[in-house]
């Protein structure tokens, strides 16, 4: 039988990753974007998937996209929780509420919402068949970010707090609940940040392995999680960052 992925914020970079990846892989994909709809139906066509506008941050449109996908039939073997946004690059005493409140909505409130309503189809409590959920957290948790994006790694911590709860909770009704970690990935968030460029000068001693990673390796992250083979894994950070 076919399994069906849900990966937010698929039209480019990490999570454009994934999209291919599953798709070669053979599942069936479907994943969401919000402004870019030329990329996404890009990548769409590309691979073989299914383009579907949500903005991960609204419990509006997050609402809408599982209607539909329950007016259709649509059960979730797997999501994907991929869409994040950093923000501009500032330290913690630059920081703006305004910039405080998108950072929030999009990489915490989102994704806790996407994972509320995709637990109330995969749990067997519920009649459901299980299912897997893949949280994307950041080894900036581990330095807290500092001159760069301290609210934003703070932010990742907590999904790393809720991907364990939340394990814990529906472990007993067939549902696994993990994330996964980047370390310095060549991303357009990486490009745009500054962190690839300054990567050879600055940055290449903070990795043992001693250098940037590949989006597509941090989609085979993912996908290892979503598998069989990771079958007895739930409430587990894996870090796919070099060694970081």
Known sequence: MTKTVLITGGSRGIGEAM?????????SVIFTFVSNAAAAHK????AGARAMRCDSGSEDDILALFEQLDGEGIVLDA?????????????AVEVTREVLEQVTRINFIGPVLFCREAVKRMSTATGGRGGVIVNLSSTATKKGGAGQWADYAALKG?????????????????IRVNAVAPGYVLTDMAVDGGIAASFETALKSDIPMGRIGEVREIAEGAYWLCTDAA???????????GGR
Request: net charge positive; hydrophobic share 45%.
């Open 19 to 27: 999209v291919r990846l599953f798709a070669e892989r053979g599942w």
């Open 158 to 174: 907590a999904i790393d707090v809720f991907t364990n709860g939340l394990a814990r909770e529906v472990a007993a009704e067939g």
């Open 43 to 46: 990548v769409a066509t590309e």
């Open 79 to 91: 999501l994907i929780n991929n869409a994040g946004v950093s923000g501009p690059r500032r330290r």
């Open 231 to 241: 079958g007895y894994v739930t409430g587990t950070v894996l870090n796919v960052a």
